[in-house]
């Protein structure tokens, strides 16, 4: 058991995988972009105009596929050259670094031009449970540049503390018995899991995962994006639930990256990528 909480401290629904360098993907050959609302396609050029007119801006991953990382890369260039032209402040936030990671990432980031990038995983106390060849071009991306890098996370510490036992979470929209029941079910079918007991822990540390992201993104005071997976980041039963009971007034978009182009969700994110050509 103890084996198992400390594999899912470090993330839920994760596969491990090798990546060196993410290959550009062409719109409408490798990928197509549908919008929720209407559910129709919409260019690339659309999309990013869509995301920003919002503050916050989720991104949902699948951790162990190539082509999820390729488009978090094409959107988040988009957004630094544009933010960069229009003087206007962008930060990256990665479920991957806990938010208490936070001033190890600040003093790197302050001595960026002496730290090389084989040098940076340590730097930044990367956590080994994570992939790093998969994340690297990333977080070179946003390191090397005028990006600020955010931890958005819990840490192991306080996972441990969740499991043992924690006043639950106030809210509203996102401690509702459905929302739970939904994440209780994904966890169990994804660990094939039915200890009840175990269920309901494993419940807690994702909605505290949940509520802290939520929490970094609301109360940062600048345009910022999310890397996160994608059911953290589900408007059914995540991290948006959680802004709206913070009762914030920013705008908030979500990305989710589909991994099955027979199965989309359109009440999950505002903007679905699909991978393939459109037929």
Known sequence: MAKFLLAFSVLLFYACTGLNTQKPL?????????????????????????????????????????????SEIMII????????????????????????????????????????PSELQTELNWDKAWDYKAYQELINLTFYSDMNLLG???????????????????GNLSTQIAVKEQIKNLISLTHELKDENMLTKLVEIQQFKDRRMADILVHNPNKIVLIAGKFHVSKKIGIPLHIKDFKSDKKVAVVIF????????YQDADYIFVYGERK
């Open 26 to 70: 062409k719109e409408n050959e490798n990928f197509y972009i549908l919008s929720s609302a209407n559910k129709t396609q919409i260019s690339f050029d659309d999309f990013f105009n869509e995301l920003l007119k919002n503050d916050i801006i989720l991104l949902g991953e699948r951790h162990d596929e190539p082509k999820h990382k390729a």
């Open 77 to 116: 260039q988009a957004l630094n050259e544009y933010c960069s032209k229009h003087k206007i402040s962008l930060d990256i936030a990665f479920e991957m670094f806990a938010s208490a990671n936070q001033t190890k990432l600040n003093k790197a980031k302050q001595n960026k031009n002496t730290i090389t």
């Open 258 to 265: 589909n991994f099955d182009k027979n199965d989309l969700e």
């Open 152 to 170: 958005a996370n819990l840490s192991k510490e306080e996972i441990k503390q969740i499991y043992n036992g924690v006043v639950p979470l106030n």
